[in-house]
C-alpha cells in the first residue's frame, strides 16, 4: 500500500509504500531529504513527525532515543510509512537531489599523504557525467554486496571536460575490507563501481551568517570541497576552518589550507592538535577542536556550522553549540559513520 508523504515548511511531497524507508522513497523521487549514514547510526536524517504512524527498523540509541521518539521525532532512514505522513524538515531544498548513477571509476592516482590517509583520484565515465553538490559523498560497490561511503574532496566546478574526477580522502582502518586493499593491492588503472551522489551536506547559499568549517581527520574532504566551491562562486561570507587531529600530521593537507588562505581573505584557519608530543614541536591551539571554536565564539547564535568528521566529535559539537545559542537548523553535519559503528545497533 502507498502512502502520501508532505514535508514542511516546503510543501513538497512524495509517495512511500509500507516496505520502503522513507528516505528511500524521498530519494528515489528526488526529495532532498536531510540525511548522512543511511543505517540508523548518525541521525542526521531525524525529523518531526506532525501526523501519521511510522514503523522503525533497528537503528542506535544516540541517533534517536526513547524520549525523542515519544516526542514525535523518527529517523526517515530506518521509518516505514503505516499511513499517510506529515513531517517537518527544514533542510529540504528543491536542489537537495541530483540523479543517483551506478557507474564504473578508474583509479588515476593514489598518494599517501600521512602514515593512514591516502588521497585518491578516480576518473568518472566521461559521457553523462555525475552531477553532485560540493560536499556530498560516493559509494564503493564491493564485490559481496557490501557498501563503503566517502565523502569528495572537490567541488563540482573542479570535473575537467572529457576526464572528469572525483578526489577521496581515505583513512586506513586495519582489518578494514576497503581500506585495506587501497593501502596495499590498489593500483592505477584499477577499475571499481560506485554509486552517487548521495547526502545532504553542502553549503546553504541563501544566507549571510559568518561560517564555521569544523573537521576532524579526513572529515577534511567534504570541508574542502565547500572551500572550492566558495571561491569558484565567489562566495564572501566569513568562515573558519577548525580542523583537529591527533598530532600535526593528521592535519595532511594544511599547505593546501595555507595557500587558500592567500586567495580567500574572507576565510581563516585555526589548526588545533590534541595529542601533540615533544617532538612535534606543535606551537599552536591543543585541545578537542569543538571546544576551541567555543573558545573564539561563545556565543553562536548569528552563525552557520557545518560539521564533518568522527561522530563523537558531532555530536558533541551539535549538543554544545546548542547550548551556545546556535539555532538547530544551522547546523549541517556529515558525520563519519564507521562499520563498526553502524554494527553497534
Known amino acids: 500500500m502507498s502512502f502520501q508523504i508532505t514535508v514542511q515548511p516546503s510543501g513538497r511531497s512524495f509517495n512511500a509504500d509500507s516496505t520502503e524507508t522513507l528516505l528511500a522513497a524521498g530519494i528515489r523521487q528526488g526529495i532532498g531529504l536531510a540525511y548522512g549514514c543511511k543505517d540508523g ?47 517537518e524538515s527544514r533542510q529540504v531544498t528543491e536542489a537537495g537531489a541530483f540523479p543517483i548513477k551506478k ?18 583520484h578516480l576518473q568518472l565515465p566521461a559521457t553523462d557525467v555525475m552531477q553532485f553538490h560540493a560536499g556530498q559523498y560516493i559509494e564503493f560497490l564491493l564485490r559481496d554486496g557490501s557498501r563503503r561511503s566517502y565523502s569528495m574532496g572537490n567541488a563540482p566546478h573542479t570535473l575537467e571536460a572529457g576526464t572528469p574526477k572525483v578526489e577521496l580522502h581515505i583513512r586506513h582502518m586495519p582489518g578494514g575490507k576497503f581500506t585495506d586493499p587501497v593501502f596495499t593491492t590498489m593500483k592505477e588503472k ?21 561560517m564555521v568549517l569544523l573537521a576532524s581527520g579526513t ?38 589550507v595555507e595557500g587558500q588562505l592567500a586567495q580567500m581573505p574572507n576565510l581563516l584557519y585555526v589548526p588545533v592538535v590534541s595529542n601533540a608530543t615533544p617532538e612535534d614541536a606543535w606551537t599552536g591551539r591543543t585541545g578537542f577542536v569543538h ?40 547546523f549541517f553535519a556529515d558525520s563519519f559513520t564507521s562499520e563498526a559503528d553502524k554494527a553497534a545497533k
Open 41 to 87: 547510526a548518525c541521525g542526521s536524517c531525524k525529523c518531526k513527525k506532525i501526523e501519521g504512524t511510522v514503523v522503525h527498523g533497528v537503528h542506535q540509541s544516540k541517533a534517536l532515543s526513547d524520549e525523542e521518539e515519544a516526542q514525535g521525532l523518527i529517523l526517515t532512514c530506518c521509518a516505514t510509512a503505516q499511513s499517510d505522513l506529515i513531517l
Open 291 to 330: 571546544h576551541a571554536v567555543l573558545q573564539d565564539h561563545p556565543d553562536l547564535s548569528g552563525f552557520q556550522v557545518y560539521a564533518c568528521g568522527a561522530p563523537i566529535v558531532v555530536d558533541s559539537a551539535q549538543r554544545d553549540y546548542g547550548a551556545a545559542g546556535l539555532p538547530a537548523e544551522e
Open 219 to 256: 572529515g577534511f574532504a567534504p570541508i574542502k570541497a565547500l572551500i572550492e566551491h566558495m571561491q569558484h562562486k565567489c562566495i564572501t561570507r566569513p568562515a573558519t576552518l577548525y580542523w583537529g587531529g591527533r598530532r600535526p600530521s593528521d592535519l595532511y593537507m594544511n599547505d593546501w
Open 190 to 210: 584499477d577499475i571499481l563501481r560506485v554509486e552517487g551522489p548521495y547526502g545532504s551536506f553542502f553549503l546553504r547559499e541563501d544566507s549571510d551568517k559568518p
Open 103 to 120: 557507474m564504473p571509476v578508474r583509479v588515476v592516482s593514489l598518494v599517501k599523504k600521512s602514515d593512514d590517509v591516502m588521497v585518491i
